[in-house]
C-alpha cells in the first residue's frame, strides 16, 4: 500500500479521523457509535479488568480501529463470509498503524494480550448491544443473539476475567446508573 503520514501532523490528523469512523454501519444504531468511543470504552474495561495491563496492550487498544479510517468498518459477518481477504486487510492495518504512530503495537502483543485485546472487542460491542436495546433499537436482538452463542461456543479464546464480566454483564438489568443523590 502506497499510504504515508508524511508530517506530524499528518499522523494526527489521521489518527483523529480514525476515531471518527462510524461501527456497525450494517445494523445501524441509535446515535453515534464512533471507533474512538468504541476504543475509549475498551480501554476503561481493560483498566478496570486488568489495571497491570502492560504499556503494549493498551497502546494496541487506542490502535487497533485507526485504520477503518482507510478500509471502512468491515462487520465481522462479512469478514466470516470471506467478502475480504483477512491477510490482506491485516498487512494494510499494519502498514497504517506504523505510518501513524510509528509502530504496529498489535504486533507486539504475545498470546495473552492478543486474548485480551479480542475479548475486549467483544465485550465492547456486547455493551453497545445492550445499550442499544435500551434505547429501544430492537433490531439489536440479533446481534445480541449471535454475541451470546458465539461467547458461550468460544469463551475458551478471551481471558477468563473477560468471560466472568460477560456473564456478569448479561445478568444484569443494564438500566442507566442514577444520579447523584439518587434523584
Not at 501513524?100 to 465485550?123: C, I, P, R, S, Y
Amino acid at each position: 500500500m502506497n499510504y504515508f503520514l508524511n508530517t506530524v501532523v499528518d499522523r494526527i490528523k489521521f489518527a483523529r479521523e480514525g476515531a471518527r469512523v462510524e461501527r456497525t454501519h450494517a445494523s445501524p444504531g441509535i446515535g453515534s457509535h464512533s471507533v474512538g468511543m468504541h476504543s475509549f470504552n475498551m480501554l476503561t474495561m481493560l483498566l478496570v479488568l486488568y489495571p497491570d495491563a502492560s504499556g503494549r496492550l493498551i497502546r494496541a487498544v487506542v490502535q487497533h480501529d485507526i485504520p477503518e479510517r482507510l478500509t471502512g468498518d468491515v462487520p465481522h459477518p462479512a469478514k466470516a463470509a470471506g467478502v475480504v481477504n483477512r491477510d490482506v486487510q491485516a498487512e494494510i492495518e499494519t502498514h497504517l498503524n506504523q505510518q501513524t504512530f510509528g509502530h504496529d503495537a498489535a504486533q507486539e502483543l504475545d498470546a495473552e494480550e492478543v486474548k485480551w485485546l479480542n475479548g475486549l472487542d467483544m465485550l465492547e460491542f456486547y455493551c453497545y448491544v445492550r445499550d442499544q436495546l435500551m434505547l429501544g433499537n430492537r433490531n439489536m436482538n440479533t446481534k445480541l443473539k449471535a454475541v451470546e452463542f458465539y461467547m458461550t461456543k468460544y469463551r475458551h479464546k478471551y481471558p477468563e476475567t473477560i468471560v466472568d464480566a460477560y456473564f456478569l454483564i448479561q445478568k444484569h438489568s443494564w438500566e442507566y446508573m442514577p444520579d447523584a443523590g439518587g434523584e
